[in-house]
Nanobody, 122 residues
């Protein structure tokens, strides 16, 4: 059983930074993709960023240049460094692992965490 647990969310003012973490545990699962997603109140979940096994990273246009995805394979942990946060970044952020789509920039992932709340005030 693969488990993903996010941490690092919180409340910050616009322009601030947060770093989210996603700890992956369970068996020796090595996902082809890992990603971050967010869902604001009343809106659909959206893909934010992803990283593949070869290290290729992709970002949604709304976060490009402000967010950085990375992973530490030794610690089985995925990160999302978020800088210059904006009020429109307010959402529940979730991580996910494994996808049938090799480009990884998709909502179709196999395993999901429960999420961590990020609130950005103006």
């Amino acid at each position: 059983q693969v488990q993903l647990v996010e941490s690092g969310g919180g409340s910050v003012q616009a322009g601030g930074s947060l770093r989210l973490s996603c700890a992956v545990s369970g068996s020796s699962y090595s996902p082809n993709c890992m990603g971050w997603f967010r869902q604001a109140a009343g809106k659909q979940r959206e893909w934010v960023s992803s990283i593949s096994t070869d290290g290729t990273t992709r970002y949604a246009d709304s976060v490009k240049g402000r967010f950085t995805i990375s992973k530490d394979n030794n610690k089985n942990t995925l990160y999302l460094q978020m800088n210059n946060l904006k009020p429109e970044d307010t959402a529940m952020y979730s991580c996910a692992a494994g996808s049938s789509f090799s480009h990884c920039a998709t909502l179709y992932y196999y395993y999901w965490g429960r999420g961590t709340q990020v609130t950005v005030s103006s």
